[in-house]
């Protein structure tokens, strides 16, 4: 293990912290350049595509230049291409602006079986198998420090798969954390267009301003941060969401961002770019200071290299000493007629905040947008009453939907919203399913002689129902252990099999309950309300 002091001759006030493990990849290298590809990414012209590499060797490091166009410098000397140079203490590798210096040298980890880092390349294609849905377990590859609280982690399968789903969607973790299961959902950062690797993006969570003593904030993005590392394993359960362009194919998209919202808006870009699409895309995204742009340095390269790929960022809190060219202040309905000036013929997805896509969608109106061409990913908790409704995230007794950072709100239903305000005359989207998965929504009053309560058959537990909660709410409440996520019907976290009775279930997204199971029985049971007795198998 090497931990590594970075420093950048354009920026001298900032350093960087990273430590590198080469014995955790294969063949115990770690690759260095301004390509995607390699494990440590520095974008700046004089550093090549492929720059170097630190490898592992004789159980000591060792730096390589592999014929950088403008070479390395190992402690002020210009290094020979292809030759070794042993790595202690204190010394100090030069690639363009960059400075490595060396201030640990650890120990060196168990090797890794054959099995566990064997890489794509050396596997058929045919031999390949395809994730598409379903629990599986992946393997940490990679961390990229996207800003100072900001991480995105790259994974893989074992054996390796290729990652099927929708620009957009987002998968659910499964967090084993101080001995209980915790279930965080983050959206897919990366594009379905590069299918052997899968990427989330994750922020951490300061503590609100009126935090509650012993209510951990951000409990699983932070364990994310804290805990993963190159090596680590964890399970993952989708992918899931109907906020996806894939969709709703149109040549011109507007997408709009505020902070963490950015997430799935960088893994709709990325396969347009990827699959050459003949789409032309403008990219308006908010954040408080330039320091706080995730994806910042992607997001500039994909501009150079399409010219259908329309970037434009506003920051909102100016930085001493920060030379800012770019807008400034709050997307305003100027703003937007500023960089799409053709707004009326574009489809609009938005992502934020509920308060940051709300005023959006009162832009978009006041400017006579054809909102059936609007969709946005929504916040909030309706299947879940007020009186028992979590205060904050971290409240909720076992897992709670996507976090974000505060600018990003709380929790994350995860579906695509379509606006209310159609024309007159003019229906949903195809795309956008019309009452198609309703279960019972008229209430069926049980008759008179009848208990409504519901029966949990494996916990023995017989639960007289008050006429308000979820039968989740009420399973909750009594110890009865049911998983759930979003508490709105989108994640299908929550679904249990009925062994007899009837609900009333309200509205929910048909991913989380494909018709098959609804046939055999199962309800959501964090928007499933009891109509008489009802046995659960839980």
Known sequence: MLKIRILNSQEPKESKEITLNPALLFPKECFIGRGNNNHLWLNEERVSILHGKICLK???YYYVDLGSTNGSLINTEAAKVNKMYLLKVGSSIQLGCFTFII???GEIAPPLTPEEYMPVAMISPAEIQRWEKGKITVRCVRIIDENDDVKTFCFVANPPVLFSYKPGQ????NLEIEGKTVLRSYSISSSPSRPHTLEITVKRVPPPPDSKPGIPPGLGSNWLHDNIKVGSEVTLNGPRGEFTCFANPSQKLLMISAGSGITPMMSMSRWMVDTASYCDIVFLHSAR??????FRKRLELITELYPNFHLAITITRAEPDNNWKGLTGRIDAAM?????TDLWERTVYVCGSDKFMAEVKKMLKGLGFPMQNYY?????SPGISEQNKPKTDEEKP???SRETSQEGGGIRKWFIKLAQSEPEGMSPPKSVPQNKNKAELEPIPAPPSEKVCVVFSKSGKEIVWNGEESIWELADQNGVKINSNCFAGNCGNCKTRMLSGKVNMQEYNPDALPEDERQQGYILT??????GRVELDA
């Open 289 to 294: 200071s330039p320091s706080d742009i995730i």
């Open 526 to 531: 964090c928007i499933s309300q009891p109509i």
């Open 376 to 380: 946005e990913e929504s916040f909030g």
């Open 58 to 60: 004789d159980e000591k």
């Open 170 to 173: 987002f998968v659910t973790l």
């Open 398 to 400: 076992s897992s709670s």
């Open 336 to 340: 937007l007629k500023e960089v799409a």
């Open 103 to 105: 201030i640990e040298i």
